[in-house]
């Protein structure tokens, strides 16, 4: 019984718990280590590892943040690992270290790491920055009007599942698509040769039948992806393995259900070859219910 224990007690039986709480926490981050290296998420209906933090493991949007930068700071530095088990390094500081990381080249990661153990949110700020070769990641935080957030809610119904944030970020990737797309158009080139090259037609008669969403369909559910977010093409049956590009070859699926897919075809190990450590998904926005209306924040890359 808690309420029997004297304070001295109270004190030493907490400092026991935390420290097996950290223990799992480690544990957590293994476990979440080797999903995001398979990419099962996908699997269970869920485009990013972040997605099936929230949606599968309920974790609130910030905890699950908190823990894909970690993941993926350990593809950086995997010291990172062993210092938050020693509890030298908690998981704020190693999510900030992704981001530092992932916009600075660092030669030696191991030294930045030892730098910031220990140290306070603030401090750790300061000596990123001072290490930075480009500014920090900016945040820029929007404050929608009710008259946009009607605007937004409306263009949603066409998304069903995705969140607000998801919806911003496909409206501004097909813009960005369609300004590539009229580039392309402007200069003339000759036809590809590459065995890659998938024909307009093809890619037309494909975006037909996909409407615009990723068809990869979840094992688990049997539910169909729909995902808007960052479409590919992929080959069923692979290039190296024979496959053409043909309309019945070809299908359209978000990243994540690419990766996966390639991960399912080629295995791991060709799989980590041929992405790297760069293919880490689009970091996650942060939304907030404030007096103000609904306030987004996005993690810009320093300029
Ligand atoms: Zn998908």
Do not use: W
Request: net charge positive; proline share 4%; hydrophobic share 35%.
């Amino acid at each position: 019984m808690i309420c029997k224990l004297t304070d001295n007690e109270l004190v030493s039986k907490i400092k026991i718990k935390v420290k097996q709480e950290k223990l799992i926490v480690v544990e957590v981050l293994n476990y979440l280590e080797e999903i995001d290296r398979r990419k099962v998420f996908v699997d269970y209906g869920t485009s990013s590892l972040f997605k099936f933090c929230t949606r599968i493991l309920k974790y609130s949007d910030a905890e699950a943040a908190i823990r894909v930068k970690t993941i993926h700071a350990l593809k950086f530095a995997p010291i990172i690992k062993e210092k938050i088990k020693d509890e030298a390094l908690n998981l704020t500081t190693a999510a900030s270290l992704y981001s530092f990381f992932k916009n600075n080249k660092i030669t030696n990661r191991f030294e930045v790491v030892n730098k910031v153990c220990g140290r306070s949110a603030r401090e750790v700020k300061d000596i990123l920055n001072s290490l930075s070769n480009n500014p920090l990641p900016r945040k820029l935080t929007l404050t929608l009007p009710e008259y946009l957030i009607k605007k937004l809610e409306k263009v949603g119904l066409d998304f069903e599942d995705c969140s607000e944030l998801e919806v911003i970020e496909s409206l501004i990737d097909k813009h960005l698509e369609q300004v590539e797309h009229s580039k392309a158009k402007r200069k003339p080139t000759k036809a590809s040769t590459s065995q890659r090259h998938i024909p307009r037609d093809v890619r037309e008669a494909i975006d037909k039948r996909a409407k615009n969403r990723c068809e990869g369909v979840s094992p688990i559910t049997g539910k169909r992806c729909n995902s808007r977010v960052s479409l590919e093409y992929d080959h069923l049956r692979p290039i190296a393995l024979g496959g053409e590009s043909s309309k019945e070859n070809l299908r359209k699926l978000c990243k994540g259900c690419n990766q996966r897919a390639g991960v399912k075809a080629l295995g791991l190990h060709k799989m980590a070859q041929r992405t790297g450590t760069e293919t880490t998904p689009s970091i996650p926005f942060f939304m907030e219910n404030t007096e103000a209306g609904l306030q987004y924040s996005f993690i810009m890359p320093g300029r």
